[in-house]
């Protein structure tokens, strides 16, 4: 009962910090059998909620550094979720012993559950996936020679668009299982190493398919740029075809380093990116002008949905302001090292909002009546979400003024760089015309761009 209240938890806490989740590959993920879901870790305890929200099977068991067992608040709910603790030989000057570790792993596959790995080993900020460990790969191998499950490796992309901020896009891409078969075993018992390594190779060719990595994050940045200025403005894109338009345009500038015009076209690229940022313009707000009745308009809806969520929202603002300053102060004073605050702040999140729940039905349920008890929590629920999304609103609407500010008072900067825009639009869609693979399905049709 306690685990299923924590699974729904956990369920609810990924589709509130994400205003989006997209899903693509699930029909990769088989119905039954034993799984290692194997994923990339660039967002910390975040990577794992998703996956257990949207990976379509159930429980999923996680290996987890054994030093967040330290933190009497995570015991419970680690343990609920079965998390298994790992011991990080970095961590302890090589002088480990995790053989109990892996054999509860084994155990878990072998009765047909599934269990999350992440085979960077550590959570990490870098733009692309970081040399992987060979810990997913003994498992298993291990596993499927000890004769009693056939594992499947699922490759698990988590892209995220601004991964960081509260709101934000996320795209989980599951690729085409790794089938342990027999050959794998065979290998195995011959060269325990070399087959380890061999799967491990594959495992990272598998993870570098469904995410999006770049060398370095300037380059990174240039692409996400460039990506901009070649999407129509007529055209909507979903988190999976943001990331597939960026990795197409990865793969055609890593392709095209010796172009001179490729070179020459990042220089005027960046050039405009550093004239926008000294402004505090986004590049969205250049492709048609902004006249003041179209900003009037877009201040006047952004202010009234605020007011229509306001009488809603203050309850559940007032009542939940608490639990983020308990939670902040949890995670600021009690965590051993920088990379465990956020993860202590999402978990006495967990703990503290159901804790609140309860003592206010209670208290509702002796002064009033059980019945409005529970009416109380349902509108409290409802409250939270309204308080979610009026500081949306409001974040929207102040971002509408600082533009219709800047915009107003930049007059020739903004006409000189939306000229500027002009031409570097008519360049990326030149250079990716020229550049593109004829083999490749087009992601817009002329009549998108002629818009």
């Not at 343990?79 to 084994?106: I, Q």
């Amino acid at each position: 009962m306690f685990h299923r209240a924590i699974i729904s938890l956990i369920r609810i806490v990924a589709n509130t910090f994400f205003r989006r989740i997209d899903v693509a590959g699930i029909e990769n993920v088989p119905a039954g059998g034993p799984l290692i879901f194997a994923g990339n870790h660039p967002n910390a305890l975040m990577d794992g909620f998703l996956l257990i929200a949207k990976c379509g099977r159930w429980p999923l068991h996680f290996m987890a550094n054994a030093k967040l067992w330290k933190y009497r608040l995570l015991r419970p709910i680690l343990n609920a979720t079965g998390a298994v603790p790992v011991y990080r030989s970095e961590e302890h000057d090589g002088k480990v012993d995790n053989r109990g570790a892996f054999e509860t792993l084994y155990e878990l596959i072998e009765s047909g559950s599934c269990v999350g790995i992440f085979p960077e080993g550590i959570s990490h900020v870098e733009p692309q996936l970081v040399r992987l460990k060979t810990g997913t790969a003994r498992v298993a191998l291990a596993v499927t020679a000890r004769g009693k499950a056939a594992v499947k490796i699922i490759p698990c992309g988590l892209n995220y668009i601004h991964r960081h901020r509260f709101r934000s896009q996320v795209l989980i891409e599951f690729g085409k299982p790794i089938e342990i078969g027999d050959r794998w075993v065979r290998d195995y018992r011959q060269d325990e190493q070399g087959t380890v390594k061999k799967l491990t190779a594959q495992l990272a060719e598998a993870l570098t398919s469904v995410t999006l990595n770049a060398p370095d994050w300037r380059t990174l940045r240039f692409i996400q740029a460039a990506r901009r200025l070649y999407k129509p403005a007529s055209v909507e894109l979903r988190p999976g075809d943001y990331v597939e338009l960026s990795r197409r345009f990865v793969d055609g500038y890593l392709q095209a380093l010796d172009d001179p015009e490729m070179q020459a076209f990042r220089s005027d690229v960046e050039n405009y990116q550093a004239r926008l940022d000294l402004l505090g313009i986004q590049d969205h707000q250049l492709r048609q002008p902004m006249t003041p009745g179209y900003a009037f308009r877009k201040v006047l809806i952004r202010s009234l949905t605020m007011l229509a969520l306001l009488p809603l929202a203050i309850p559940g603002a007032i009542l939940h302001l608490p639990v983020g300053w308990i939670a902040a102060t949890v995670g600021e004073r009690f965590s051993y090292e920088m990379d465990d605050i956020a993860t202590l702040k999402v978990f006495a999140t967990i703990l503290l909002l159901p804790l609140l729940y309860l003592i206010i039905a209670i208290a509702v349920g002796i002064y009033i009546g059980w019945w409005w008890a529970l009416f109380a929590v349902v509108a409290l629920s409802f409250s939270f979400f309204a308080s979610v999304r009026l500081i949306e609103a409001e974040a929207s609407l102040l971002n509408s003024l600082l533009s219709v500010v800047r915009l107003t008072r930049l007059g020739n900067e903004v006409d000189e760089l939306r000229a500027t825009r002009a031409v570097l639009v008519d360049k990326v869609r030149a250079l990716a015309e020229r550049l593109a693979n004829p083999g490749t399905p087009r992601m817009f049709t002329a009549e998108d761009f002629s818009q």
